[in-house]
């Protein structure tokens, strides 16, 4: 059964801390990760992964995957309290269907 | 422009009754993603569409739930008879393509059975 966990559930950092959240993923005919940031309301894109070891950036974000090892990280540096959220892994498998990790809450103290 | 919109918002109904929820992915976006999300659970893919053909229902709860989508414009969700556990938040999402394309996310309907 196809399956995505994401470690840690939960995660308290202060402001400017530097935080590394997980995802590992066991999904048959892969075709990419995805990550997504929900608030109090919808999922918003973050990236898109298909390659293994090339680092996606955006801002104090950036993300890496592994296909060898089946896994990638979602790196946030210099945290600030707009970045408290869940953030969700997905992986994609060719058909198109996208399962979901069970998400890392992350709260960013002032 | 606008994305992908979803209504009702909220709705609060009584068990038994039956739910319609409604979805408008975005222009020119071809495939179509209903997922359920609960703090138990987590997001969950109920079904999916491409070119407005039910591709995957595998994630369905139960024959209480239905969902079509008769153009490329509209898509709904029905759940007759209702229960309490189909309390949750309902997403839509729409994608260019099922295979390669990132997912875009409607707002999402509460859902309250009592």
């Known amino acids: 059964e196809d399956k995505v966990v994401q470690s840690p559930l939960s995660l308290v950092v202060h402001e400017g801390d530097t935080v590394t959240l997980n995802c590992s993923y066991e999904?048959?005919?892969?075709?990419?990760l995805l990550w997504y940031k929900q608030e109090k309301k919808a999922p918003t894109f973050l990236f898109m992964l298909t390659s293994s070891g090339i680092e996606k950036k955006s801002g104090r974000l950036s993300s890496i995957l592994d296909k060898k090892e089946l896994f990638s990280i979602l790196n946030i540096t210099a945290t600030q309290t707009g970045d408290s959220a869940v953030y969700l892994c997905?992986?994609?498998?060719?058909?198109?269907?996208?399962?979901f990790g069970q998400g890392t809450e992350l709260s960013v103290k002032p | 422009d606008a994305g992908v919109i979803q209504s009702p918002r909220h709705e609060v109904t009584e068990m038994g009754q039956e739910v319609t929820l409604r979805c408008k992915p975005i222009s020119g976006h071809n495939s179509l993603f209903w997922y359920r999300q609960t703090m138990m659970r987590g997001l969950e893919l109920l079904i999916y569409f491409n070119n407005n053909v039910p591709i995957d229902d595998s994630g369905m709860p139960e024959d209480r739930f239905s969902a079509k989508m008769p153009n490329a414009s509209f898509s709904t969700l029905k759940i007759q008879p209702s229960e309490p556990r189909d309390s949750a938040v309902y997403f839509c999402?729409?994608?260019?393509?099922?295979?390669?394309?990132?997912?875009?996310f409607g707002p999402g309907t509460r859902l309250l059975v009592l």
């Open positions: 999904v048959t005919n892969f075709r990419s």
């Open positions: 999402a729409s994608s260019f393509r099922a295979g390669g394309e990132t997912q875009y």
């Open positions: 997905a992986v994609r498998n060719q058909g198109g269907k996208l399962i």
